[in-house]
């Protein structure tokens, strides 16, 4: 049985059902407020979810079962000398280390909880860097939306911030230094384009098995890095990619030369080329790319996907569990690989995050 957190504009559904088949609405949370995202800690076994109440603001809620309750935790709320407030938290992430999570919110901050998500502190090395004082937001503020924590080494992290790029820690946070080496901000005319600002990162994965490999989503642009994220090469242009503009990507867990991603058109029009939903696999680490689209949308379905609405499972290979939701309200899977697709979920509220939770 497959159990799905789907995080909407609407509260936080909950899906369970076979693989690759319909599956049931098992429970609805935190009806009328926007979920942004919502996991299953693997360590503790602890739901959390990342709330935004209209009228309260945002919080991260933990709960044992996400049918029966839930309790708000202690943050992420910044120091009153931080002089700024939490607009959004937009991702959760399990450390390394049983009791350890992550939570990156907008404007450009990193939180850690030591246990479990009830209480969060700042980390003060990534935000009292001198860059700060440039750093822009993107088009949904100045979020950090990616973490990516490294296997077996809790000291070590790269975080993706829009619009102020990649930023690396050796030190668990004490300090930070750029990851900005190859990337190229083509929507920025040349001669304003710096360094520190204006990377406009939509999404980041390190591979599990080789943590040295992550990959970049990037504002036009599909990027690897091969030396844990100093260093980045473009693996977008011209490798059979509709277009390099998208927001979500996925890494097979056990093969760092195989991902995939879900193109849009351009920053523009963000909708699936051509109306055709497809998802594009590379099995080479980016040299080329193959679309994988039977059992999905093949005309006039013009959806947008989001970069925290896509996810797999925790397996591997050919049976890998793909899943990515749509602003449409519809949930996709496969149960192979992306070689066969269904429908799983209709008519939910428009979609912000999918994550595999069992």
């Known amino acids: 049985m497959t159990e799905l957190l789907v995080g909407t504009r609407k509260g936080l559904i909950v899906l369970r059902g076979p693989r690759g088949e319909a599956m049931e609405v098992a429970g609805r949370a935190f009806e009328g407020h926007t979920v942004e995202y919502a996991i299953k800690d693997p360590h503790t076994g602890t739901y959390l979810?990342?709330?935004?109440d209209s009228h309260f603001g945002p919080r991260v809620f933990a709960s044992a079962d996400p049918l029966d309750g839930w309790e708000q935790t202690d943050g992420p709320v910044f120091p009153e000398d931080a002089?700024?407030?939490?607009?959004r938290i937009w991702t959760i992430e399990p450390g390394v280390e049983s009791g350890v999570v992550y939570a990156g919110v907008d404007p450009g901050g990193l939180f850690q909880s030591s246990d479990g998500g009830r209480t969060w502190a700042l980390n003060r090395g990534l935000w009292d860097r001198p860059e700060r004082a440039k750093w822009q937001p993107g088009g949904g503020g100045l979020c950090l939306h990616s973490i990516c924590t490294w296997p077996g080494d809790p000291d070590r992290l790269a975080i993706g911030v829009s619009a102020a790029g990649v930023w690396l820690t050796e030190d668990g946070g004490e300090t930070w230094g750029p990851g900005f080496t190859g990337i190229v901000p083509r929507y920025v005319p040349e001669e304003a384009r710096d360094s520190e600002v204006g990377l406009c990162v939509?999404?980041?994965?390190?591979?599990?098995?080789?943590?040295?490999?992550i990959y970049m989503q990037f504002h036009g642009g599909v990027y690897r890095s091969d030396d844990a994220g100093h260093t980045w090469s473009d693996i977008g242009m011209d490798?059979?990619?509709?277009?390099?503009f998208g927001f979500p990507l996925v890494i097979d867990p056990t093969n760092d030369r195989r991902a995939f991603i879900i193109p849009l058109t351009a920053d523009m029009d963000r909708t699936t080329p051509g109306g055709a939903v497809r998802v594009y696999e590379t099995t080479d680490g980016g040299s080329s790319w193959e679309p994988r689209g039977k059992g999905l949308p093949d005309e006039h379905a013009y959806l947008t996907i989001l970069r925290q609405a896509f996810c797999c499972g925790d397996g591997g290979g050919q049976d890998l569990d793909l899943y990515f939701g749509a602003t449409s309200g519809d949930v996709f899977g496969s149960p192979d690989g992306g070689a066969t697709w269904?429908?799983?979920?209709?008519?939910?509220?428009?979609?912000l995050s999918v994550r595999w939770a069992a």
């Open 49 to 52: 979810a990342s709330v935004t």
């Open 83 to 87: 002089d700024a407030a939490v607009a």
């Open 202 to 213: 939509h999404d980041i994965k390190r591979s599990p098995v080789s943590p040295d490999t």
């Open 239 to 244: 490798t059979g990619l509709p277009s390099d």
């Open 342 to 351: 269904a429908t799983v979920a209709r008519y939910l509220p428009p979609v």
